[in-house]
């Protein structure tokens, strides 16, 4: 089965400093991920995806995040953090494509944004 | 911007008591699906829906559980009769396409406090 491991519950910045949220994938097959974000009170929404394309993923908001399978890790990063990032950001693994979209959630990063 | 929406954003009922989370998927979405968040873990995988009827399941999904697509616009998750550890936030999500994508768009969750 595939499976994700965040690396780190919780990661505090300082508003202008870039962000790194680790992430690393155990998968069988040639894997799908994602990073999706929660804001407080809000949904799960996509942030980036990589499928077998390009391994260096641009998302929303300046996020970008680089599949690198000699490591198996696809860690989140952003140069610049800003006070509107704070939230919780999940990495994310497809099971194999064999039927519908399974995601498999890792655990977690809250990010912590001071000013 | 399309969303999916649910109802209730709070519900709070007695151990053994029926339960029914309601959904709006994005109406041009075909695929539907229901995860769940309990308190402090992952976000897990329920089940799938395509065309009326369950396309896949988790171990989670047991006969307490059911879905239903009632009308042309709504998408429910029923829980016959709660337990404890039901207790959790449910999120609907829904997507246009079973390719392995992972857009999922997801709704901003129903929280289940069972007492």
């Known amino acids: 089965a595939q499976s994700v491991t965040q690396l780190d519950s919780h990661v505090s910045v300082s508003e202008g400093t870039p962000v790194l949220l680790r992430c690393n994938y155990s998968?069988?097959?040639?894997?799908?991920l994602f990073w999706y974000v929660q804001h407080p009170n809000k949904g799960l929404q996509l942030l980036l995806k990589?499928?077998?394309?390009?391994?260096l993923v641009k998302g929303i908001n300046g996020f970008e995040a680089e599949f690198k399978k000699s490591e198996t890790s696809f860690h989140l990063t952003k140069p610049s953090a800003h006070m509107s990032d704070a939230a919780e950001y999940f990495c994310v693994v497809s099971e194999e494509n064999t039927g519908f979209q399974k995601l498999v959630f890792g655990t977690g990063t809250r990010l912590l944004v001071s000013p | 911007e399309p969303e999916v929406t649910q109802t209730p954003s709070h519900q709070v009922t007695q151990m053994g008591q029926e339960v029914i989370l309601r959904c709006v998927p994005i109406s041009n979405h075909l695929y539907f699906y229901w995860y769940r968040q309990i308190l402090g873990q992952k976000v897990e995988f329920l089940v799938s829906f395509y065309n009326n009827e369950i396309s896949e399941k988790s171990e989670i999904f047991d006969d307490q559980f059911s879905v239903e697509r009632p009308d042309g616009s709504n998408f429910t998750l029923k829980i016959r009769s709660t337990k404890l550890e039901d207790s959790a936030m449910y999120f609907c999500?829904?997507?246009?396409?079973?390719?392995?994508?992972?857009?999922?768009?997801f709704g901003e969750g129903s929280r289940l406090t069972v007492l």
């Open positions: 999500a829904s997507s246009e396409s079973r390719q392995n994508t992972g857009e999922l768009f």
């Open positions: 998968s069988s097959y040639s894997p799908s």
């Open positions: 990589y499928t077998s394309a390009a391994t």
